[in-house]
């Protein structure tokens, strides 16, 4: 295939001719679900974000690939979906090649980082069930980290050559074209890219859950027997100076009860496997409640939820464009189905956070003004 210069450049006055015949804007359900969607997202992904800076007890090292997602859905909503509004709005593209590139460059690598997101979500999970004793020694923030930032990088090594050969040789006319990678001219990079940017990551999504959950369920079938019963002791009820106030611990090897001696009974329950819940990583013991109970892991939880929506909102999206390497296939509306599904898991992701994490939870009802239940 001969490479020539993109035909996207030219000179003012036919820029000005071509700029006249664009038609639009054609309002329909679409561009109006996509503002919507793009305003809710940019609003929860945000406020999720701030969260996490602001909020030091969500720092956590599980917290980082979570935070690591909404910040790349906070970009995706806005940068690619209001361009996409322009595409479904007009017959042509007027808002100039440096937002096209821009649009183009939030659509071929950061939706990929999004999806990429999502798959060390479930990598962690399976690092954590299945070599518990490894990821405890290991894994800290800094890794988190550096694993968020090869996801990032691994995305960038496969699409951005196809990106930039896109934007030097193969970029048709915009203002006679709507904004878009002109992938046919690359079809070998095209398939690549979506067999190692998309369908991968929904492949280890989908497949890698099931083992997580046998893992996890043989676990907890096997600590079931050792896990120690709640019991209530009861002390005598009398006013007991200050002074005199004490916490008593009775320690056992899967669990630990306390009983205060100010005239009040505490009873508490906190399991133990042996250490740190290989789900969370070393934990920092002084931060738990005197007497209080170690809180409860909601790693599986998010997982669970997020293995869900993605069933839901990316299959029907990466089946067709899976399928359409290969064979021609026309299906404009369920397209277009597939995508308002897409941007709905950019907006899901953060409200399942809010609904499925305490901290994050209390968070916003203080920022809201509301009493904490």
């Known amino acids: ?11 003012a006055s036919e820029l000005a001719h071509q700029l006249a015949l664009i038609k639009g804007p054609n309002w329909s359900a679409i561009p109006a679900f996509f503002m919507v969607v793009c305003m809710l997202a940019l609003a929860s992904n945000g406020a999720v974000m701030v969260a996490f800076m602001t909020q030091r ?17 906070f970009l995706h909503a806005a940068i690619e979906n209001p361009a996409e509004i322009v595409n479904e709005l007009y017959s042509g593209w007027w808002l100039g090649d440096g937002y096209c590139t821009l649009f183009i460059y939030s659509k071929y690598l950061i939706k990929p980082w999004v999806c990429s997101s999502h798959a060390l979500i479930t990598t962690n999970r399976i690092w954590a069930i299945l070599w518990p004793h490894s990821y405890r020694q290991t894994h800290s923030r800094r890794v988190a980290f550096l694993v968020c930032f090869g996801g990032f990088l691994y995305v960038h090594i496969i699409d951005l050559p196809g990106f930039i050969l896109d934007l030097l040789y193969y970029r048709l006319p915009l203002v006679t074209h709507v904004c878009f990678l002109n992938y046919n001219a690359q079809p070998e990079w095209s ?38 019963q709640v019991s209530v002791i009861t002390k005598k009820v009398g006013p007991v100076p200050a002074t005199t106030r004490s916490v008593t611990r009775t320690t056992t090897d899967e669990g630990r ?6 005239g009040e009974t505490a009873t508490v329950v906190e399991e133990d496997s042996g250490g ?11 931060k738990l409640k005197a007497g209080g109970a170690r809180p409860k892991s909601k790693a599986f939880l998010i997982l669970t939820m997020l293995t869900l929506s993605l069933l839901v909102c990316w299959t029907p999206m990466m089946t067709f464009y899976t399928i359409t390497n290969w064979v021609v296939v026309h299906g404009d509306e369920f397209l277009e ?30 920022w809201l003004g509301m009493r904490q239940p």
């Open 1 to 11: 295939m001969s490479i020539t210069p993109s035909p996207s450049v030219m000179n």
């Open 57 to 73: 007890s969500l720092r956590t090292p599980f917290n980082v690939y979570l935070m690591n997602l909404v910040t790349a859905n």
């Open 191 to 228: 398939l690549a890219a979506q067999l190692l940017c998309y369908d991968i990551f929904l492949f280890v999504v989908l497949f890698a859950y099931p083992i997580i959950w046998w893992k996890r369920h043989q676990r907890n079938k096997a600590m079931a027997p050792k896990r120690i």
């Open 257 to 262: 009860s306390a009983t205060r001696t100010d």
């Open 276 to 286: 740190d819940d290989p789900e969370e990583g070393p934990r920092d013991r002084s």
């Open 337 to 366: 189905v597939s995508l308002a599904l897409f941007a709905i898991q950019s907006l899901v992701d953060p409200l399942l956070f809010i609904v499925t994490m305490p901290d994050l939870r209390t968070t916003f009802r203080r």
